[in-house]
Nanobody, 127 residues
Framework: VQLQASGGGLVQAGGSLRLSCAAS????????MGWFRQAPGKEREFVGR????????YYADSVKGRFIISRDNAKNTMSLQMNSLSPEDTAVYYC?????????????????????WGQGTLVTVSS
């Protein structure tokens, strides 16, 4: 599976931004897709994930209630709607895919759970 993230940019605090991730290749193997982010000088951290079959979501506490992940199975795309952005959300955002088929039931909260990564897209939130 190959992933292509897009939609990053500069936004003022309190604003919104929508990221997209397009999957190609062996998309039938996707179990979960997730978003991670990495701020300058920090470790890459989990933002949220969505199960490809069923669409259930889970979010990190830092974004819960502000960010929404959705997917379009027919188009093999995933989106991250980010609302009420703050400067602390500034980071490179990465989409990732876990490719173990539709029966996978693990939590998929951890970076090492994922085996395909997009190139990252920069989100900058100005104060």
């Amino acid at each position: 599976v190959q992933l292509q993230a897009s939609g990053g940019g500069l936004v003022q605090a309190g604003g919104s931004l929508r990221l997209s991730c397009a999957a190609s290749g062996r998309t039938f193997s996707i179990s979960v897709m997730g978003w991670f982010r990495q701020a300058p000088g920090k470790e890459r951290e989990f933002v949220g994930r969505i199960r490809w079959s069923g669409g259930s979501t889970y979010y990190a506490d830092s974004v819960k209630g502000r960010f929404i992940i959705s997917r379009d199975n027919a188009k093999n795309t995933m989106s991250l709607q980010m609302n009420s952005l703050s400067p602390e959300d500034t980071a490179v955002y990465y989409c990732a895919a876990l490719n173990r088929g539709p029966g996978y039931s693990g939590s998929a909260y951890y970076r090492n759970d994922y085996d395909a990564w997009g190139q990252g897209t920069l989100v900058t939130v100005s104060s």
